[in-house]
Nanobody, 126 residues
Framework: QVQLVESGGGLAQAGASLRLSCAASGRTFSNYVMGWFRQAPGKDREFVGATRSLGDIYLVDYADSVTGRFAISRDNAKNMVFLQMNSLKPEDTAVYYC?????????????????WGQGTQVTVSS
């Protein structure tokens, strides 16, 4: 069982930065694929990015819409994963969720993840 708690959301102006954190419980955190998703009002949940640890190597992948602006990192020693969001745009406004799963091959789909956090709201004003 893994419990995930996101934090760091809030209100930001366009062009600003926010950093989201996700704290995970459990002793096998490093084995999990950690993903970030977001859901805007009236829209489906969409993939933002994901990371997987392979020993000292970290695989990271991003949605096209955030590539070059967002960055995912993780600290396996602290059971934490982060989403650094730069150059925010109003269209980034959504509830952001972190998720844990085991299937990196399907990382962009919700079905690849077993555990989900409660979400944190990010609102970007123009």
């Amino acid at each position: 069982q893994v419990q995930l708690v996101e934090s760091g959301g809030g209100l930001a102006q366009a062009g600003a930065s926010l950093r989201l954190s996700c704290a995970a419980s459990g002793r096998t955190f490093s084995n999990y694929v950690m993903g970030w998703f977001r859901q805007a009002p009236g829209k489906d949940r969409e993939f933002v990015g994901a990371t997987r640890s392979l020993g000292d190597i970290y695989l990271v992948d991003y949605a096209d819409s955030v590539t070059g602006r967002f960055a995912i990192s993780r600290d396996n020693a602290k059971n934490m994963v982060f989403l650094q969001m730069n150059s925010l745009k109003p269209e980034d406004t959504a509830v952001y969720y972190c998720a844990a799963g085991m299937d990196y091959g399907r990382r962009a789909t919700s079905q690849a993840y077993t555990y989900w956090g409660q979400g944190t709201q990010v609102t970007v004003s123009s």
